[in-house]
């Protein structure tokens, strides 16, 4: 017998799944348990109903109302699909992390910021975007999932663009790779892949220098499950005067932030995950830890806070470095 607490805290990271000389695939089985709890006895951490809750009601899974969704954009030019005349060439999938979470919105900022200096054709759906139910699935809530991921893909089937850029390894997963279950075929690419082709067509100037040594954290669901290590590796490498150091634990061999598969909503018992992963960091000294997800983002500055490295190292995402040494720009 699996125990509730086995069943609940597993982040869906996929290193099991990495290292198993079987092949033996863990996560869906886990996704299943998880669903017969949540779906047939209502067995679940009571910190979940709010989750819940705020997702069917507000779009969300902080709870925010969905008036709000655009808020971030202020004092930017950024563009609404609904104003856009003919087809883009990128929606940007701000996601919830972009549009509701302070740090984040600070990364939204960065990549508009980015867009409009290199001439990117794009565009946010602003307060028609709703969660893409990643978290939803994760813990379970197999129904709520597909109740958010049929409004999604019928609100999108409706707009003309070429390609979704995603700040959210999370949604970038489940635009891409699960919503074709449902009819929504999208090509999908991460806001690093966007950044390293710009920086590599020469789209990108970079005016300053950042003079720091950065370690990059590989998020789970942007490296394990969908390959992806080397765009924001190339792009650090790429902005003047940054020094990258690789952790001992990165690439498939990364290690988790602790968010993964709902576990951002979920209490977290000691040791926590993300203070192991800052130790982790801290032990190389670097200046700084550049990530490219949301999640990871909420989790590594916790960290760094709860380790007491606050004054030692800073926590960005790679858009940010990105924009910090571009030419300025009319934002």
């Known amino acids: 017998m699996i125990e509730d607490e086995t069943i609940w805290s597993c ?7 990495e290292a198993c000389p079987l092949f033996i695939e863990f996560i869906d089985r886990f996704i299943e348990m998880r669903r017969y709890l949540v779906l047939e006895e209502s067995r679940f951490p009571k910190e979940l109903t709010n989750t819940f809750k705020n997702i069917e009601n507000n779009g969300n899974p ?11 954009t202020e004092g930017l030019n950024v563009p609404r699909i609904r104003e856009s005349d003919g087809e883009v060439d990128y929606l940007f999938w701000v996601g919830c992390a972009g549009a509701y979470d302070a740090l984040s919105q600070k ?31 994760r813990i379970g809530n197999e129904y709520l999932f597909q109740m958010m991921a049929e409004q999604n893909i019928e609100t999108l089937n409706a707009l003309k663009f070429k ?36 920086i590599k067509e020469g789209r990108i100037k970079f005016d300053k220098s950042v003079e720091k040594t950065i370690t990059y954290h590989d998020s789970c669901y942007l490296g394990r499950h969908n390959q992806i ?31 993964g598969g709902g ?26 830890i550049a990530s490219a997800c949301p999640f990871c983002y909420t989790m590594l ?3 760094i806070n709860e380790t007491g490295n606050e004054e030692k190292m800073q926590n960005r995402d790679v858009a940010q470095i990105v924009e910090s040494a571009m030419q300025p720009n009319g934002s």
């Open 163 to 198: 390609k979704i850029v995603t700040i959210c390894p999370h949604c970038f997963n489940t635009l891409g790779n699960e919503y074709p279950q449902f009819g929504g075929e999208y090509e999908v690419v991460h806001h690093t892949e966007l950044i390293s082709e710009l």
């Open 107 to 137: 990364v939204a900022q960065s990549v508009t910021k980015i867009f409009n200096a290199s001439g990117v054709s794009y565009a946010i759906l602003g307060k028609e975007e709703t969660c893409t139910g990643d978290s939803a699935r």
């Open 11 to 17: 982040t869906t990271c996929r290193a099991c799944e």
């Open 301 to 303: 500055d916790d960290g």
């Open 229 to 259: 290590y080397d765009p924001p590796r190339d792009i650090l490498e790429s902005i003047p005067g940054v020094k990258l150091v690789e952790m001992p634990r990165s690439r498939s061999n990364g290690f988790c932030c602790g968010a």
């Open 263 to 288: 576990r951002m909503w979920m209490d977290e018992k000691k040791p926590k995950v993300n203070q192991e992963r800052v130790n982790e960091a801290a032990s190389l000294n670097p200046d700084m």
């Open 62 to 72: 902080w709870g925010v109302s969905p008036e709000d969704r655009e808020l971030w």
